[in-house]
Nanobody, 117 residues
Framework: QVQVVASGGGLVQLGGSLRLSCVASGAVSGHVAADWYRQSPGKNREQVAMMASGGYVSLADSVQGRFTMSRDAPKNTVYLTMNSLKPEDTGLYYC???????????WGQGTQVTVSS
């Protein structure tokens, strides 16, 4: 069993920054992939960032140049650093954790990001 906890959301002004964290605990191997999704009001859940098990990162076009995704492997933690935030970035951000070795996957609870104009 893997438990995944996301945190770091908050209320920021236009142009502000936040760093989201996603921590996995329990039966976690060293071979994992992780994704960040967001659910914005009135929209479907969309993937904003993904990190493959080898560390390759892919970002959605809408966040390119503003968001970065990183990992602290010994801490079983991935981060989503968000800069130059816009009101359209507002939403509930979810982390999705996939363990390549065990085949287990788990959603974290959402963390709310609100950007005021």
């Amino acid at each position: 069993q893997v438990q995944v906890v996301a945190s770091g959301g908050g209320l920021v002004q236009l142009g502000g920054s936040l760093r989201l964290s996603c921590v996995a605990s329990g039966a976690v191997s060293g071979h994992v992939a992780a994704d960040w999704y967001r659910q914005s009001p009135g929209k479907n859940r969309e993937q904003v960032a993904m990190m493959a098990s080898g560390g390759y990162v892919s970002l959605a076009d809408s966040v390119q140049g503003r968001f970065t995704m990183s990992r602290d492997a010994p801490k079983n933690t991935v981060y989503l650093t968000m800069n130059s935030l816009k009101p359209e970035d507002t939403g509930l951000y979810y982390c999705y954790w996939s363990d390549i070795d065990t085949g287990a996957s788990q959603w974290g609870q959402g963390t709310q990001v609100t950007v005021s104009s």
